[in-house]
């Protein structure tokens, strides 16, 4: 279950939110009487056009103010039973329901603009997530980041709360808060569960192969890639970035296959490895290939050399500058220099794509 579900499950559509009461028997005409039971009836059986028939009929006979009530009432609980939450809210409105009915309905009938309305008006936790939760619903990520404060600021600082919290931020293109969110996690609970929610919701989104590559590596020291495709995506990069043996690593754990991708990849982690070593000392000893160099040694388990081999590229100031600072800080946390690798994590530059991995790589070092 993602954080959203989770979240609006655990806390939002609980109890008397949505649960519309069946109204008790009261003293109205046989014609609308009638009509309530076969509404009631329906709703049972989860026929929602015979709800849709049955309300209509008693609307139709409802003509005191107690039948128009009662009518609402069973409107309300009917079409919540057969999921048709915008006709139970429009019913339930009528009548003066209170906020914390209404606002959920809406949201679950995908009207998201009368949701937050009627949620804004109406105090308590539930109705600050409701806000939270449309406004992320609508692309409203900046509208869903302050939302999201507000909440924290109300009820505290919950685990759940700050994961979401984090998402609208990324999606709003908030990168310090995002961080300094995600900082705020990590250093309360640096556990694999809670670095796999955190770099799962990073993984949806597009990023050069670069970055990928290196979130991957993340995913592998957290101890939280597990699924066999997303092995095979790593060993993917990894052959792409001149890493054969961590692209062979990662073909062991995806389980192989007898397809002729899975071979193809296996032949391919395979010859490279053969080679790698050799590669490693070649590419190495010049400036402009010296970043390939460096991923040689990397995918060799060759801490040390890896970072004496990106320090070239990055002398050199080329291309592969930032890419060099970002696996050089991988290479140092792999080897256990930790300082080494938050310096070069904070010297990674926003322009090259990889400063919000870099970040991510330097908060799991630090909590090392």
Request: glycine fraction near 10%; aromatic fraction near 6%.
């Amino acid at each position: 279950m993602s954080i959203n579900a989770r979240l609006l499950t655990g806390l939002l559509f609980t109890g008397s939110l949505i649960a519309t009461a069946a109204p008790a028997a009261a003293a109205v005409s046989p014609a609308v009487g009638k009509a309530l039971n076969a509404a009631a009836a329906a709703a049972k059986s989860r026929n929602a056009s015979g709800v849709a028939a049955a309300i209509a009929q008693a609307q139709a006979a409802a003509s005191t103010a107690e039948e128009k009530q009662k009518t609402a009432e069973m409107a309300g609980f009917a079409f919540t039973a057969v999921g048709q939450y915008g006709q139970a809210a429009a019913a339930l409105e009528q009548i003066g329901a209170p906020c914390g009915q209404l606002g959920p309905l809406y949201y679950r009938a995908g009207q998201l603009d009368k949701a937050v309305a009627i949620a804004k008006g109406c105090a308590g936790e539930s109705s600050q997530i409701l806000v939270a939760q449309a406004m992320s619903r609508q692309g409203n990520h900046k509208g869903a980041v302050a939302a999201y404060n507000k909440l924290i600021a109300s009820n505290g600082a919950k685990p759940v709360y700050l994961e979401n919290l984090a998402g609208a931020q990324f999606k709003a293109g908030d990168k310090a808060g995002y961080l300094a969110t995600t900082t705020r996690l990590i250093k309360a609970d640096p556990s694999p569960n809670r670095w796999k929610v955190l770099l799962t919701e990073l993984q949806g989104h597009n990023m050069r192969s670069e970055a990928k590559l290196a979130l991957y590596h993340l995913m592998q020291t957290t101890g939280t890639i597990s699924r066999p495709q997303d092995y095979t995506e790593f060993a993917k990069l990894a052959l792409i970035n001149g890493q054969a043996a961590v692209a062979q690593a990662a073909l062991a754990k995806a389980g192989g296959g007898g397809d002729t991708m899975s071979q193809k990849l296996a032949a391919a982690a395979s010859a490279g490895v053969a080679k790698e070593a050799a590669e490693a000392v070649k590419l190495s000893a010049a400036p402009t290939t010296a970043f390939k160099g460096g991923n040689a040694y990397l995918g060799l388990n060759e801490y040390a050399k890896a970072v004496a081999a990106y320090d070239k590229a990055i002398a050199a100031n080329g291309a592969d500058a930032d890419f060099a600072r970002t696996f050089k800080g991988i290479a140092a946390t792999k080897g256990g220099q930790r300082a080494v690798a938050v310096a070069a994590f904070a010297q990674v530059s926003e322009k090259s794509g990889m400063k919000d991995i870099a970040s991510l790589w330097s908060l799991y070092a630090s909590t090392r």
